[in-house]
């Protein structure tokens, strides 16, 4: 089993934080990777430190896959913050993407505070001074909704025309401060969100 340095529950979700280093390929945003990794029988996110290598066998942007057919490994940085998400609410695929917003504006609202600078988010992606800085994708199976957002630490390793940037070029090192402190605020949101379901009266 994979070791966690940190696990912080709340009442409908938890915020996984590894310890080891670990390559993200695609296959970790298949249903049921958190129960089957480490033992987390529910909603969750996931964050790890390591390089993005997805093949476009494992690749669920089918605009993507189109576009980049004819490259093997469209996907790939040497090392990068990712986030694996799972909610088991039956979330219909717009839902997902809802919530892939909210993670991708936490992680911008995060990175700026870090930083001390501005980014510019378009849709799921988010750049410096017109540099990619992460891919996201959102997708659903027949028991979740997934979602992966990798935001690149080091520049170094992308696809040769992706014009890219990463967190240390932006003077940013206490990455694993910002991971645990995306994965934290993502998921007490979540959990904020099913509370307030709870406590509202329909309309007659």
């Known amino acids: ?11 409908t979700i938890s915020a996984v934080i590894l310890e080891e280093f670990k390559t993200y390929t695609g296959k970790e945003i298949e249903p049921l990777w958190a129960f089957n990794t480490f033992d987390v029988q529910k909603d969750s ?4 430190i390591g390089p993005m290598n997805v093949k476009i066998e494992n690749m669920k942007d089918l605009k993507d896959v189109k576009e980049e057919k004819d490259v093997e490994i469209p996907i790939q940085s040497s090392e990068a913050i990712n986030f694996i998400v799972e909610h088991f609410d039956n979330p ?3 839902m997902t993407y809802l919530r892939q917003r909210i993670l991708v504006s936490t992680a911008k ?14 849709g799921d992606d988010l750049y410096f001074n017109d540099k990619k800085l992460s891919v ?3 997708c659903r199976g027949i028991s979740s909704g997934k979602i992966h957002l990798g935001i690149n630490i080091k520049s170094g390793g992308v696809p ?13 090192e206490n990455t694993f401060e910002i991971m645990e402190e995306i994965a934290s605020i993502y998921a007490k949101e979540m959990s904020k ?11 007659f």
């Open 160 to 172: 040769p025309y992706v014009s890219a940037v990463g967190l240390n070029d932006m003077g940013i």
């Open 136 to 138: 996201c994708i959102a």
């Open 193 to 203: 969100i099913e509370k307030d379901i709870r406590k509202t009266l329909p309309l």
């Open 45 to 48: 996110i996931v964050g790890f």
């Open 109 to 122: 609202e995060v990175i700026e505070n870090h930083g001390n600078l501005k980014l510019k988010k378009s």
């Open 92 to 94: 219909d695929l717009k």
């Open 1 to 11: 089993m994979v070791k966690f340095m940190k696990k912080i529950d709340f009442d």
